[in-house]
């Protein structure tokens, strides 16, 4: 059985630089699989979950959404099952639940992602 278990989240000021980390186990091929990290906010569903950034197997390709480029980087070390995401700058942006979720293909919408933790809470004061 797969386990996702996100770390790093807390209450931090606008300006501040946070990393979440993610620890994927269970899953013996963890590297050909791209990850991604997703944002919900309260009162919205999985479905609606906004993709922030993903990373593909190899870790040579990834992508942002707009609003954090440039101030947001992810990375992942295959050899330790992790995916980090280093964010920096952080803007006084609605509070949400990040959650770190698997693929088999890769992409920025939730149907093609099949495992997910319970996510780490992220609230940006002001």
């Known amino acids: 059985q797969v386990q996702v278990e996100e770390s790093g989240g807390g209450l931090v000021q606008a300006g501040d630089s946070v990393m979440l980390s993610c620890v994927v186990s269970?899953?013996?091929?963890?590297?050909?699989?791209?990850m991604g990290w997703f944002r919900q906010v309260p009162g919205k569903e999985r479905e609606e979950r906004e993709c922030?950034?993903?990373?593909?197997?190899?870790?040579?390709?990834?992508y942002y959404t707009d609003s954090v480029k440039g101030r947001f980087t992810i990375s992942r070390d295959n050899a330790k099952n992790t995916v980090c995401l280093q964010m920096n700058n952080l803007k006084p942006e609605k509070t949400a639940v990040y959650y770190c979720?698997?693929?088999?293909?890769?992409?920025?919408?939730?149907?093609?992602?099949?495992?997910w933790g319970r996510g780490t809470k992220v609230t940006v004061s002001t």
């Open positions: 922030v950034a993903t990373i593909n197997y190899s870790g040579d390709t990834t």
């Open positions: 979720e698997i693929s088999p293909l890769g992409g920025s919408t939730t149907d093609v992602y099949v495992d």
């Open positions: 269970g899953r013996r091929t963890f590297d050909k699989y791209a």
